[in-house]
């Protein structure tokens, strides 16, 4: 069975760093691009962040340039979120997302389309 699981998320206060965690199992994970979305409360789902396959583009939308980093692990079929000096604008649900195509991506390195979601892992940054 084709599954991503997301994990890492929690509570945290203004300035502190969490590790997210995006894990595969069922399929080649290392032939797909992946991106994280996140959803605020009230707001449309926003991709923060992508890593192609093969030759690792990254992507990050403006907010979290300089804070966040994406990696990847083929040996664990694991992509990390590793998001620093967090914001209370960075609260949400955090998802990672693959397509259902390998060795695709747009020209920012992410999934086109994302089609593949895992359920999510919230992230709350209090001030």
């Known amino acids: 069975q084709e599954q991503l699981v997301e994990s890492g998320g929690d509570s945290v206060q203004a300035g502190e760093s969490l590790r997210l965690s995006c894990t595969a199992s069922g399929f080649a994970f290392d032939y797909y691009a992946v991106a994280w979305f996140r959803q605020a409360p009230g707001a449309e789902r926003e991709v923060v962040s992508c890593i192609s396959s093969g030759d690792l583009r990254t992507y990050y939308v403006d907010s979290v340039k300089g804070r966040f980093s994406i990696s990847r692990d083929p040996a664990t079929s694991t992509v990390f979120l590793q998001m620093n000096n967090l914001e209370r604008e960075d609260t949400g649900l955090y998802y990672c997302?693959?397509?259902?195509?390998?060795?695709?991506?747009?020209?920012?390195?992410?999934?086109?389309?994302?089609?593949?979601w895992g359920q999510g892992t919230q992230v709350t940054v209090s001030s």
């Open positions: 997302a693959t397509d259902k195509l390998p060795y695709v991506s747009d020209e920012k390195g992410c999934p086109s389309p994302a089609s593949r």
